[in-house]
């Protein structure tokens, strides 16, 4: 038997306690109640300290129910959101004093209904007016679905197990379906396990199942029909779908009852919304653009009733009333579908490397010496139409590299769902900017270090339900996923409301695994990056989630391969913010063209701070050894990339020639210089050979006149100084 078969059936075997143990609450519930309704006795307009003690009794009356008797839960809220507005005088006091005392009796009397009885509703819609009378949101509350006690057992664990494989089989062919959303098989493979879920739970009487999974086959059934067609919405809402029946399905298993605290009429509506918003008819399109009357439309319409074979833009045409173009035209309005064509990802690189390599020969005729000499006007108007076509060209191409990162997104709706289960915590992921486009290769890089990061959130953030609760926090804590563009860069955010960076347990664990020598001062920003280190965990125990040490060294690693920078800010109680900067694409670097020792290399302007000349009044060694350059009273180390690079060169004088201050990793450096001759986008291109693992260069590119220029790695360039 499958482990929830297991579990469903040992919490039959316990369903006596269980019972005993909900007979003990609900006399708490009917106490809690008694005690409200004699406090109400003593009450009078404008006494706070007895409003406060009631107030407290229907905190506690919540408490009990939010556990352990969710369909009373709402109405306990409801005598909350009550009392606070009588004790800010928001309704008279009298008015609110009487509301009180007859929800009170109102609850009192469904205490001792049962709960089939016909009375229930009755009274539900009762009290839901006296709280509408005195401006509080009425609460639906329904029964849950009852418990499976008098049915079959095993027909429910049948159904928990055949459900779940249906639900797995869904979740591929929905993959499927985003690539052909118009293939009917895909549709079909859909389509049938909906179908089967909905029947089993109506003879099951799994009332919300049943609902829910009849809306999603009705919208399919439509796709089926050619009535309607599954969008990036539709395909989205029916990926909520399946979330919703698998925890619904797994709090049947584990509870007995599918409950209400799901939010099966929010997604029905949704889907009833999706298919209301269905694309105009042929007809409607060209009698509004004008090609058609209305007597047309009517004429194919009847002849259509006698060949239905035939589609209305066909008779029309036969006819000779409409052009083929015309209903070729109206045929896209109606799908609303930009036409698109497959192309394997190799012809796409080989593309964008040839362009490349025009934009290249490009820049070499336009910097040609021999051009110097020649002075004609329709010449110099012909390279720069050549350049500007060329410029158009290349970032037309570089477009194609980018997809959305919507995806990535999604794929972590369900990790979340899942990681909050397993560790116990209630959590919402909140997301913006899907619809930010960042490289191909990068998207397929960057879901792993978002995974980690997203799970270290969960488990080691966000805080349990009980902990939230004492530190004045709602239960449910909140990620918050957001990608956007930002100074040539794609920023993607992953933050967190939980407790934050213990930077004395940092410390201390670095301290016991070694990572740091005892006597280290570190500064805060040091202390949080010990995080980067490997094998790092402050966790003391290993489980499936986290706490072997493996996790964000491998982050900060992917981060460095894409070029890009990974920075952390937290605060205790408030939670912890890694800000992900990557660049827009992998193919070309915006850098400033230096030259050193007569060689020109590229620096990535994504690190440069700032460019000055320094007075000799600004320089200053340390120890008589280490070089440093004062900038706005704060002191930087001095690298010398000419010695770096040439080790027989001569020392120049650092007020003599120019500074680069330069970033990476929250340290900055100064970089001596000979000239900068620029600033331009260059193609990055890969080193072999002997070079290929070069400290301190990233890369080549070929520059205007031929040569190669050389691209500097930055973190490599700041270790090398470290070690000389």
């Known amino acids: 038997m499958p482990g929830n078969g297991t579990s469903f059936a040992r919490e039959f075997a316990n369903e006596k306690d269980r019972f005993a143990d909900k ?34 009794e229907a905190e506690s009356l919540l408490s009990i129910t939010k556990d352990d008797f969710q369909h009373l839960s709402p109405l306990a809220e409801g005598l909350k959101s009550l009392i606070e507005k009588i004790m800010l005088d928001e309704i008279p006091s009298d008015q609110g004093l009487n509301a ?58 049948d159904f928990i197990t055949e459900a779940k494989e249906h639900l797995d089989t869904i979740e591929p062919n929905i993959i499927s379906l985003e690539e052909n959303p118009r293939d009917k098989d895909i549709i079909n493979a859909i389509f049938r396990p909906f179908h089967t879920i909905k029947g089993v739970s109506g003879f099951l009487g799994l009332d919300d199942i049943n609902r829910l999974s009849h809306a999603a086959e009705n919208m399919l059934d439509a796709a089926r029909g050619n009535k309607f067609y599954m969008d990036k919405k539709a395909i989205d809402v029916i990926l909520e779908v399946v979330d919703c029946l698998r925890a619904m399905i797994d709090d049947l298993a584990e509870e007995g009852r599918a409950g209400h605290r799901f939010p099966v009429d929010e997604l029905i509506k949704k889907i009833e919304t999706i298919q209301e918003d269905r694309p105009k008819k042929i007809g409607e399109i060209l009698t509004e653009k004008g090609v058609a009357s209305p007597e047309m439309i009517k004429d194919a319409l009847a002849e259509q009733k006698e060949k239905p074979d035939k589609k209305i833009g066909e008779i029309l045409i036969t006819k000779h009333k409409v052009s083929s173009k015309e209903v070729t035209e109206a045929l896209k309005e109606q799908k609303g579908i930009t036409p698109t064509i497959k192309v394997d990802t190799r012809k796409l690189d080989n593309l964008i490397d040839m362009v490349g390599e025009l934009v290249i020969i490009q820049s070499m005729i336009c910097q040609n010496p021999v051009l110097n000499t020649i002075s004609e006007e329709s010449l110099s108007r012909s390279l720069s ?42 959590v919402e992921l909140l997301m913006s900017g899907e619809d930010t486009e960042i490289d191909k290769n990068m998207v397929e890089e960057i879901y792993e270090p978002l995974v980690h990061i997203v799970r270290n959130a969960i488990d080691h953030g966000i805080e349990t339900p009980d902990e939230r609760r004492k530190k004045g926090k709602k239960e449910k804590g909140i990620i918050y996923l957001k990608a956007y563009h930002k100074s040539g860069n794609i920023v993607i955010e992953v933050k967190d409301d939980g407790q934050g960076l213990n930077k004395e347990k940092i410390l201390k664990r670095a301290k016991e695994r070694g990572i740091i020598k005892e006597g280290n001062d570190l500064n805060d920003y040091k202390i949080i990056n010990l995080i980067f280190k490997p094998g790092f965990s402050t966790k003391d125990e290993i489980d499936g989630v986290s706490g072997r040490g493996v996790g964000l060294d491998v982050v900060k690693n992917v981060i460095d391969k894409l070029r890009g920078k990974i920075e952390v800010y937290s605060s205790p109680d408030k939670g ?17 063209v230096i030259k050193v020792e007569g060689e020109r290399y590229i620096l990535p302007t994504v690190s440069v701070q700032e460019v000055l000349k320094p007075d000799k009044a600004h320089y200053t060694t340390v120890s008589g050894k280490g070089e440093m350059i004062r900038i706005r009273d704060q002191l930087f180390p001095l690298v010398r990339l000419n010695q770096m690079f040439y080790p027989s060169s001569q020392r120049k004088a650092p007020w003599e020639t120019l500074v680069i201050l330069v970033e990476n990793e929250g340290r900055k450096k100064c970089f001596l210089v000979d000239e900068i001759l620029g600033r331009q986008e260059v193609v990055i291109k890969g080193l072999e050979g002997g070079v290929k693992n070069l400290k301190g260069i990233a890369g080549g590119t070929i520059m205007g006149d031929g040569r190669v220029g050389l691209i500097l790695d930055i973190p490599g360039i700041f270790e090398m100084s470290e070690n000389m």
């Open 576 to 592: 912890c913010n890694f800000i992900i900067k990557l660049p827009l694409t992998l193919a070309i670097i915006d850098g400033m």
């Open 100 to 157: 009180l005392g007859e929800c009170i009796d109102v609850l009192q009397e469904i205490l001792k209904l049962k709960k089939g009885d016909k009375d229930y509703n009755v009274n539900i819609k009762r009290i839901n007016e006296i709280f509408k009378g005195v401006g509080i949101e009425g609460s639906d509350t329904k029964l849950p679905e009852t418990p499976p006690l008098e049915q079959d057992k095993q027909l429910y664990l």
């Open 23 to 56: 007979v003990v609450k609900m006399d708490k519930v009917s106490a809690v109640l008694d005690n409200m309704a004699l406090g109400l006795m003593t009450v009078k307009p404008g006494d706070l300290n007895s409003l406060k003690g009631l107030l407290e």
């Open 385 to 426: 139409q050549l350049s500007r076509i060329t410029s158009e060209l290349q970032r037309n191409a570089m477009s194609l590299r980018m997809i959305t990162i919507a995806q990535t997104f999604q794929r972590m709706i369900r990790l979340v769902r899942d990681l909050s289960k397993k560790t116990g915590k209630e």
